[in-house]
């Protein structure tokens, strides 16, 4: 524990690991502000010993960040299709809020290939339950 706003830990072991969750459980009542290499790591190399609270504040730090302008936004909606895979209704809503979100980021001249990528995205899932398009839909 660090006792006060800035502190130090010894590591064990050999060197620095390759990721770290400074947020176990995804309880803490506090925001993380990652790096986009901290952010990655979460997701490429961290993402399956993660539970489904720590997937979920990662996938929100990533979208936080990017509404500030310290992430990319395609990194920011890389962790949709993961929560996706997830399957739980909490996993599903946040991965539904995540691109609604940061949807206002997104430049006119990338919008026809955002709105492809959402379709993309969620097609398959919306077809499955049925939300399928009709001719009268306008």
Do not use: H
Request: with cysteine; proline share 5%; glycine share 10%.
């Amino acid at each position: 524990m660090l006792d006060g706003a800035e502190g130090s830990l010894a590591l064990a072991g050999k060197g620095c690991p390759r990721w770290v969750m400074p947020n176990v459980n995804g309880r803490g009542y506090y925001r993380m502000q990652l790096t986009a290499a901290q952010i990655t790591a979460l997701r490429d190399e961290a993402w399956s010993q993660l539970v489904w609270t720590e997937r979920l504040v990662v996938g929100s730090t990533a979208a936080t960040e990017a509404r500030f302008g310290k992430l990319p936004l395609q990194l920011a909606l890389s962790f949709v299709p993961k929560l996706l895979a997830g399957g739980d209704r909490f996993a599903i809503q946040a991965a539904l809020d995540r691109p609604l979100a940061l949807e206002s980021l997104v430049a006119a001249d990338q919008r026809a290939k955002y709105e492809a990528w959402f379709r993309m995205t969620f097609g398959p899932g919306a077809a499955k339950v049925g939300m399928v398009p009709k001719d009268s839909d306008d």
